[in-house]
């Protein structure tokens, strides 16, 4: 049988992809000054793991970028060298290009080799040693260099009962250490004997990728060739940077082939994934995990637990899965709503499984949508290497603080957040915080804090940008609004001050930099969050900073909506836009003369939207007094929603509108209900937008 391992390609581009993400949160948070040894030996995984599978897929780009970097990670984790500020800089200037080889390989995307060039000469400048003549001196006289900085210590390693293609790919590991020879034992096991330079224990914390490192029994063995042999080719191998597939290795020291010839691919994805992608987990036996583990429970091997704890699942599939979902709940709807005639005497049983199975449906569905749902940390991890970049660039000092990482969110929801928080963060750090000598003169420390949280908050999440810098300047921007015609009160409230700051073009920079100030981007952030189904808000204190404020629903395929009838048609309100319901007064309605009808609620004069003449339907009311009117609320404005009667309150499936018909104002999406009939989802902040010359009127007249 023959495997293509090119299958495998998507897996290590998605590992690789989450070990350089971990590398650069390593990297930020490293104490440069006492570096914890366990710190930097992570570090080191990550390189060193992202070399293996490289390697195996034959990415010599990646490889030789990753051979550098491992090499000064080893000086640097074994004492031999002082970690510095330079070092960090250079190991995400490194990351950077890594990054931009694999989405070359992954995408197609353009790589900068001048860029890459830079780097590894960077690198190597920062190990203070030229690589042509470190070459030459370790071949001539192996005694120095490497080989003298530990003694080669050959370890032999008896394994558990293992499947063959299980250490294959640990000898691939542990072949990047060293020499590796495997031998088969009589009852079937396997041991192998290792030839390094390196401790016990980097060569079994390689070994918890793969197997429980607890139940391998190790010990010191003979050496596989002499040292000066195996030294020289040891620093051969460490400049060309071959590692185990060394082409000039001798056999002695070759890891064993078989005939599928799939050495080395199961570092980088749980190895049950790949028995069943290559078809081999019937015929390969599995080891007896329990009687393996005993009764201590769980995996010793940190990596190779949390893999096996977990799948790949591709999104087209979830997605596919939480459409079927959402038909079966919209059946299960119909069901329910036909079973609503039926005796409750006569059909007991029946009305009792429907409930059941309601119950069920309901638990399902919020399981299959708990899939689809990722940590905030997703979207905060990208900014602690941005905020230190541009605090850096822009010569201030921050603090950067995250809380509520572990917030979940739908996936649709977090990959459109990015954008909008990426501006938010640069505005703040911009515009928000002051440089450190304006703020000690304000008696304040010479670093600012910035504060990136998520917390759930009812039905949404709400995720807050926060910062103590100098906060908005009210003056400047009623200054601005004025020089741009935006016609604003005296008595203006500072919130609505605040919401000026969204009107496309709006800027009060008074230098435009490469940063921000060009007026582009703020009206962006509120429409792309809008389109959400979300909201923006604004705190802000002269003198003591700003908080914007973004609530977000949960999900978009699953909404909480009241049930509206106009005339003979069926409308769904999202349920978080309802303040209220009520039947008013003849005195609380007024008539404004060629522009339409305004409400009072308590004080506070509304307009009113008709439905039905906006979607020309015939109501069976047009006297607000006889009908109901729903107050509804978005972006800190209020209108009142004429209808005939409220059905009642529902949970809806959300399907697309403008994919399967067109796009319709004052429309969001539709839903199927329980009689098989469509019902449109109204967009609020539509219909409040079209009330707003309305309401202006009202406010400046």
């Known amino acids: 049988m023959s495997i293509d391992i090119s299958q495998f390609f998507q897996a290590f581009f998605d590992e690789a992809e989450e070990l350089l993400a971990e590398k650069e949160r390593l990297l930020l948070a490293i104490d440069v000054v006492a570096p914890d040894a366990e710190h930097l030996n992570a570090v080191f995984r990550t390189a060193h793991s992202i070399k293996g599978g490289a390697s195996t897929f034959g990415l010599n780009d990646m490889t030789e970028v990753t051979h550098v970097l491992e090499s000064l990670l080893d000086r640097i984790r074994k004492g031999e060298m002082a970690l510095t500020s330079e070092h960090v800089d250079a190991f995400l200037a490194a990351k950077d290009v890594l990054k931009m080889q694999l989405d070359g390989h992954r995408l197609g995307a353009p790589v900068d080799h001048d860029k890459v060039a830079d780097v590894r000469m960077m690198l190597q400048a920062l190990s203070h040693q030229t690589p042509a003549a470190a ?46 020879a495997v031998e088969t034992l009589d009852d079937g096991r396997h041991a192998m004997q290792v030839a390094t330079h390196e401790s016990l224990d980097d060569i079994l914390s390689i070994c918890s990728y793969v197997v429980d490192a607890a139940d391998i029994k190790t010990s010191q063995a003979p050496p596989l060739l002499d040292a000066a042999g195996s030294a020289a080719r040891a620093a051969l191998e460490e400049a060309q940077g071959y590692g185990f597939f060394d082409p000039i290795a001798p056999a002695v020291a070759q890891v064993p082939v078989d005939a599928d010839g799939a050495r080395g691919y199961g570092f980088f994805q749980p190895i049950e994934q790949i028995r069943a992608a290559a078809g081999i987990a019937a015929s390969e036996p599995e080891p007896d995990k329990k009687s393996a583990k005993g009764d201590k429970g769980g995996d010793k091997g940190v990596a190779h637990g949390a893999e096996s704890s977990s799948i790949r699942v591709p999104v087209e599939k979830v997605d596919q899965l939480i459409n079927l979902i959402g038909e079966l709940v919209i059946t299960q709807a119909m069901i329910a709503q036909r079973a609503d005639s039926l005796d409750p005497v006569l059909h007991e049983r029946l009305l009792g499984s429907i409930g059941q199975l309601t119950r069920n449906t309901r638990d399902l569905q919020e399981a299959v949508m708990s899939i689809r749902m990722m940590p905030m940390d997703f979207v905060f991890s990208r900014f602690p290497r941005m905020v230190r970049d541009l605090a850096a660039k822009l010569g201030k000092k921050i603090d950067f603080v995250t809380s509520g990482a572990a917030t979940e969110l739908d996936k649709g929801l977090i990959e459109r957040i990015v954008d909008p928080l990426t501006h938010l963060v640069r505005n703040s750090i911009d515009h928000g915080i002051e440089m450190p000598a304006a703020r000690r003169a304000a008696g304040k420390g010479e670093a600012g804090r910035l504060f990136l949280s998520a917390s759930h908050q009812g039905g949404n999440i709400v995720v807050e940008v926060s910062d103590d810098g100098g906060g908005l300047n009210r003056e400047r921007i009623l200054a601005k609004a004025v020089e741009q015609g935006i016609g604003v009160a005296d008595d203006i409230s500072d919130e609505d001050v605040w919401q000026l700051i969204f009107a496309p073009g709006f800027s009060t920079a008074e230098i435009v930099t490469d940063v921000s100030g060009r007026g582009v981007g703020m009206d962006v952030v509120k429409r792309n969050i809008t389109a959400m189904g979300g909201t923006v808000q604004i705190r802000s204190a002269k003198g003591f900073g700003t908080t914007i404020s973004i609530a977000l629903p949960l999900t978009l395929a699953i909404l909480d909506g009241m049930s509206i009838r106009v005339g003979d048609e069926v409308y769904i309100l999202p349920l978080g836009f309802v303040i209220e319901s009520l039947q008013p007064a003849p005195s609380d309605i007024k008539d404004i003369s060629g522009q339409g009808r305004i409400v009072r609620v308590r004080g506070e004069y509304l307009p009113l939207i008709s439905l039905h003449q906006m979607f020309d339907i015939t109501p069976r009311y047009t006297n607000p007094c006889d009908g109901i009117v729903v107050i509804l609320e978005t972006d800190g404005r209020r209108a009142g929603l004429l209808v005939d009667d409220l059905v009642g309150q529902q949970q809806v499936v959300v399907k697309n509108l403008e994919s399967n018909y067109r796009k319709v104002t004052g429309i969001s999406g539709a839903t199927i209900l329980g009689d098989g009939g469509v019902s449109l989802i109204l967009d609020v902040a539509a219909l409040i937008r079209s009330s707003r010359q309305l309401a202006d009127d009202i406010v400046f007249s």
């Open 135 to 180: 070459t030459l001196d370790k071949v001539l006289k192996p005694g120095l260099g490497r080989a003298a900085s530990s003694k080669l210590v050959c370890y032999r390693l008896e394994l558990p009962r293992m499947a063959q293609c299980e250490v294959e790919a640990l000898a691939a590991e542990l072949g990047l250490l060293g020499r590796v």
